[in-house]
């Protein structure tokens, strides 16, 4: 009997500490933060948080400052005095965790001691609930069909956190609403209405075009003729959308006397990462569209879900997916005819560059009937959306294409067959080339994110042999 009540004894008491920690509360103990971030400074100090340690329900985080001259921290309006551990210095302080919290640390490494602002976030995933968010009680999750890159998370009040696959979070924040007190300082805030919009990717324009919303873009990447979206390029001419320089050189000066409240911009800027930096030190919030690395065409369409979201057009972003799905339903499955067709353009350096194996123009070739030429990649590169090769490794595997689809959406230089040889006499050896069977895609493609069934349709005509009534391709002489 007493063996039987301990057990039972035991069983009770594990089910009250699982409940404890359902709650989000830690037994004691020390933890090591599953993610630690600081802002504020001079950027001249490492703050690190390597341990929390847990006792009676009351979290102390070891705080380490990478520089001796640290005396003192004030937090929650206590101080707390420094220990010196060699070149570090060290504090001890009650901490919050899964929130963000402000600390004010004194330092002697300048004329006078001088006390320096920053906001710690410590995050600690055992402590909290999976969707927790800065006191925001979490509803419900955006459904997705085909869109791997993001997600959309729904709060009470109105918020919405998109989350975008190897790339950042960001908060929408309703109207006359506040921003959450503690929120994680990784998430960037984007206060609606977004009313004053730097479009710098191309593709999105096509999507907000869609959803009635053109009139929050104030300021283009593009020149009113590189668009193809002729309500962009109409605006422009009225004055209602201004040019405000192209991604990697925006006009700065023209976004904050305008007011800009959001720069959109495709995975272009990250190799600018300056003018990304600079834009948010002036205020003004970068949203990273990443919809070029989806692996299914449908799932790059999808993403006019998360620009529902940002501009208020949801419902109409839904509906609009769901007619774009209906197409795609309605054009069936094209028969697979085996021809392969290579994709490609060559950099000015005379690399080629080819789409990887999983990006979403691979998908739409095999859903027109054809077979890509490099579906056979591997290793890293084939999860990228666009791999660099050298001419030899394009000759060894798509000379026997027999297709060619050139993109002068990137290279303009090409207008005929003539052009396309003159960039590689290599290319003359190809087989498509002999035959006669290389097709060019201009900015049309790309910049039409909402019609991904009309390239797929465009495709499967070139397979066949039937050039009317294509919208995408045309045929390079």
Known sequence: MRNRLALVLAVLLAAVAAAVCAEGELPNGVYAPDEFRFTGGTGRVVIDCPQVAVADGQATARIVFGSPNYTTLTYDGVQYTAAHEGDASVFEIPAELNRSFEITAVTTAMSRPHGIGYTLYIQLNAARHEKDLAGLTWESELPLSYAECFSVDFYSGGYALIDVKDGARYLAVPENQPVPEGLDPGITVLPQPLDRVYLAATPVMSLIDRLDAMDAVRFSGTQAEGWTVENASEAMRAGSMLFAGKYSEPDYELLLREECDLAVESTMILHTPKVQELLEMLGIPVFVDRSSY????????????????????????????????????????????????????????????????????????????????????????????????????????????????????????????????????????????????????????????????????????????????????????
């Open 294 to 477: 989806e692996p299914h065409p449908l799932g790059r369409t999808e993403w006019i879900k998360v620009y529902g979201v940002l501009f208020g057009r949801q419902a109409e972003a839904c509906a609009f997916f769901e007619e774009q799905c209906a197409i795609l339903d309605s054009i069936g499955d094209f028969p697979q005819t085996d021809r392969m067709v290579a994709f490609f353009y060559i950099s000015a350096d005379g690399s080629v560059v080819v789409r990887g194996a999983s990006d979403y123009v691979a998908d739409m070739i095999a859903l027109g009937g054809g077979r890509y030429a490099f579906s056979d990649m591997t290793d890293e590169d084939s999860t990228r959306a666009s791999v660099s090769i050298t001419m030899e490794d394009f000759y060894a595997a798509a000379s026997d294409a027999d297709y060619l689809i050139y993109n002068t959406s990137i290279d303009t230089t090409v207008s005929g067959l003539a052009d396309l040889i003159a960039r590689s006499g290599l290319l003359s050896q190809f087989k498509a080339v002999r035959e006669g069977n290389v097709w060019c895609a201009g900015s049309d493609l790309f910049q039409a994110a909402d019609t991904s069934a009309g390239m797929i349709s465009d495709i499967h005509k070139m397979l066949c042999g039937e050039e009317e009534g294509m919208v995408f391709l045309k045929k390079l002489c």
